[in-house]
């Protein structure tokens, strides 16, 4: 199971990568379950273009099945309406039954994302643009305070390796006890997102969801708690 673009990182995979891991499923027995919840939220390519979906690579053993939710796409994170898209039947079939059994999205919800189905394509544009800024306002800020990134093409994260040791511990303490002019900054350990114990010890995910003016304040914040945690020997 793999998100394209991706959380935390930002990735989005090329047609030539979902053809590559759609072979190695193939060759071991899996099925291919693509996360693409955020595949209008794509930035360096014309307007209006989403990212590569799964369901347009060849598959002829029908192992692909794609994940989508309304909640990144009209920005209505607790609306619990998501589906499930796939040509495999069998695949389809057990999952109506499970929706049958146990699982069912409130009307209210449903009936708002119907309607959400009439968005405008001016919206995303919009929006699209917004986040491809806020991304370029974020990776300058970091780089104004020393830590480079690579810019990352979709989604709305940045993964950024900090120099601590212990970013969970630096973060904590930042969020409960470091403030720059009244203010704080609350990032994500990225260690739990890595499967491999040990990985990602000083690495923060960045969710580039506020305006412009905020996250340079965040970088801001950022670069004095840095200093401020480095001159304590921590
Ligand atoms: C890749 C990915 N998939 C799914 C979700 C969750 O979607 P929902 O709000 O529909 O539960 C998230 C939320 O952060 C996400 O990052």
Same mark, same amino acid.
């Given at each position: 199971m793999i998100p394209s673009p991706g959380n935390p990182t930002g990735v989005v995979l090329s047609e030539a990568e979902l053809d590559e891991l759609l072979e190695i499923c193939r060759r071991h027995g899996l099925f291919f379950i693509c /996360? @693409?919840?955020? #595949? @209008?939220?794509?930035? /360096?390519? +014309?307007?209006g273009q989403r990212a590569p979906s799964v *369901?347009? #690579? +060849? /598959?002829p053993d029908n192992l692909a099945i794609v994940i989508d939710s309304v909640s990144k796409r009209y920005s209505a994170c607790g609306a619990r309406v998501g589906c499930l898209v796939t040509r495999n039947t069998a695949v389809r079939d057990a999952a109506v039954r499970f929706g049958q059994a146990r699982l069912s999205p409130a009307t209210v919800d449903q009936y708002a994302g119907m309607a959400a *189905? /009439?968005? +405008?394509?001016s919206y995303f544009d919009a929006v699209v643009s917004e986040y491809s800024s806020r991304r370029d306002v974020l990776v300058s800020g970091l780089a104004d305070i020393g830590i480079d990134v690579d810019k990352p093409s979709?989604?709305?994260y940045l993964a950024v390796a900090l120099p601590v040791e212990d970013a969970t511990a630096f973060s904590q303490w930042m969020v409960s006890e470091f403030t720059l002019d009244g203010e704080s900054l609350c990032v994500t350990p990225l260690e739990g997102f890595y499967r491999t114990q040990g990985l990602g010890r000083n690495e923060i995910r960045m969710a580039y969801v506020l305006e412009q003016d905020i996250l340079r304040r965040c970088t801001k914040i950022l670069g004095a708690a840095l200093q401020e945690w480095q001159s304590r020997g921590a």
């Open positions: /996360d @693409e919840v955020y #595949r @209008e939220f794509v930035y /360096d390519v +014309p307007l *369901l347009s #690579r +060849p /598959d *189905l /009439d968005t +405008p394509q979709g989604a709305f």
